[in-house]
């Protein structure tokens, strides 16, 4: 079964602070995605990753993908409190089409 | 993007009712779409993938009677929670496979009195 696991759970931060978000996963795949969640709102895709060693750029967000150590990483330059939101990683299954979403971090920047 | 929409938003119903849900790929087809279940500060669950004209594929311990998938368009798939229970008061999700990915609707969410 696979797992799919983001550390942290929860992440208070500051303004202006820069913090990495991991996404952790047990099996062989080679497309991620990111997502973003608003409280009582659904998804809205960040990245879609789709190769190892792939990296994306969005504003003060920024992901990678390392399929080798299936591991990708969501960086957050200089936050702002705007960015406050809960962040999905999903791992992507082939043979069905699947996503299998992670723990999910609820990142909390404060003024 | 692609727009996948879902109706109702909202829907509060009784202990035993029967509530449907409908997801809508609007400006494209879609052969496969997902149904989606998210409880309070969890994350989504798959609960099964909904295949144009043919039976939809469960996960594991969802009990297919009672969440009725059907999926009669390239456009239109339903879930029908039958017999609703307290339970089952959750936020669900679809979303309809792309090309590349899927794209989510803005989610139902499910109160069960």
């Known amino acids: 079964e696979l797992k799919v696991e983001q550390n942290p759970l929860f992440l208070s931060m500051q303004e202006g602070k820069n913090y990495t978000i991991y996404c952790d996963y047990s099996t062989t795949s080679d497309r991620l995605y990111w997502y973003r969640q608003d409280p009582g709102k659904s998804l809205e895709s960040l990245f879609v990753l789709l190769s190892n060693g792939a990296v994306k750029q969005e504003g003060r967000l920024m992901a990678s993908l390392d399929t080798k150590a299936r591991l990708s990483t969501l960086h957050i330059t200089a936050a702002v409190h705007d960015l406050s939101a809960t962040y999905f990683c999903a791992v992507f299954t082939g043979t069905a089409s699947k996503l299998t979403f992670g723990t999910g971090t609820r990142l909390q920047v404060t003024l | 993007g692609a727009v996948v929409s879902q109706h109702p938003s909202r829907v509060i119903c009784k202990s035993g009712t029967s509530v449907k849900i409908e997801c809508r790929s609007l400006d494209f087809q879609a052969t496969t779409m997902f149904w989606y279940r998210q409880f309070p500060k969890q994350s989504l669950m798959l609960m099964a993938t909904?295949?144009?004209?043919?039976?939809?594929?469960?996960e594991q311990g969802v009990e297919k009677d009672k969440f009725l998938i059907n999926h009669a368009s390239l456009t239109l798939s339903t879930l029908t929670v039958t017999s609703a229970h307290p339970e089952d008061s959750s936020f669900y999700i679809c979303?309809?496979?792309?090309?590349?990915?899927?794209?989510f609707g803005p989610g139902t969410r499910l109160t069960v009195t």
């Open positions: 979303s309809a496979l792309g090309v590349s990915e899927q794209y």
């Open positions: 909904s295949n144009e004209g043919s039976k939809a594929t469960y």
